[in-house]
């Protein structure tokens, strides 16, 4: 299902990489790249000659939280290193009505909350891809630092 598409995870918990790793692999992908934060994706992302298909990004991190890199990634010209049709997975196990509303306002494309299994997943990533739209730059900017905060 997965074969030849590039993927990035990012979370700064090792245990949930190995394990998302693991499931995209039974999924049938090969490229997966590792970033522990937000702020090493987005560097990554600027860095890489890689074209990443999805990235799938917990909310909450230390150095750059999901929210932020999805701000970044939706505003910014690192889009010259990714598809501009680039799906974006954000996960929590916490999911607050705060953070799925900011999340729609930066046009996520499909929201996991932890824990989840290989057909939640599976199902995101299909969800993720059949989600088009327009990307409206103009609402992004009307966002504020604090609606990227995470409680």
């Given at each position: 299902?997965?074969?030849?598409?590039?993927?990035?995870?990012?979370?700064?918990?090792?245990?949930?990489?190995?394990?998302?790793?693991?499931?995209?692999?039974?999924?049938?992908?090969?490229?997966?790249?590792?970033?522990?934060?937000?702020?090493?994706?987005y560097?990554?992302?600027?860095?890489?000659?890689?074209?990443?298909?999805?990235?799938?990004?917990?909310?909450?991190?230390?150095?750059?939280?999901?929210?932020?890199?999805?701000?970044?990634?939706?505003?910014?010209?690192?889009?010259?290193?990714?598809?501009?049709?680039?799906?974006?997975?954000?996960?929590?196990?916490?999911?607050?009505?705060?953070?799925?509303?900011?999340?729609?306002?930066?046009?996520?494309?499909?929201?996991?909350?932890?824990?989840?299994?290989?057909?939640?997943?599976?199902?995101?990533?299909?969800?993720?891809r059949?989600?088009?739209?327009?990307?409206?730059?103009?609402?992004?900017?009307?966002?504020?630092?604090?609606?990227?905060?995470?409680?």
């Amino acid at each position: 299902m997965l074969e030849g598409l590039n993927f990035l995870i990012v979370d700064d918990d090792v245990s949930t990489i190995d394990s998302l790793s693991q499931q995209l692999k039974r999924l049938g992908t090969t490229k997966v790249s590792v970033a522990k934060s937000g702020s090493e994706a987005y560097g990554l992302m600027t860095r890489a000659r890689v074209r990443f298909d999805y990235v799938i990004s917990d909310v909450c991190m230390a150095d750059g939280n999901g929210l932020e890199l999805l701000y970044h990634i939706r505003t910014t010209t690192v889009a010259r290193y990714y598809r501009p049709d680039m799906c974006v997975i954000l996960m929590s196990g916490m999911a607050s009505r705060d953070i799925a509303f900011a999340a729609s306002r930066l046009d996520v494309n499909a929201f996991l909350v932890k824990p989840f299994g290989l057909t939640q997943l599976q199902s995101a990533i299909v969800a993720a891809r059949k989600r088009t739209f327009h990307l409206d730059r103009d609402n992004y900017y009307k966002l504020t630092p604090a609606h990227l905060q995470v409680a």
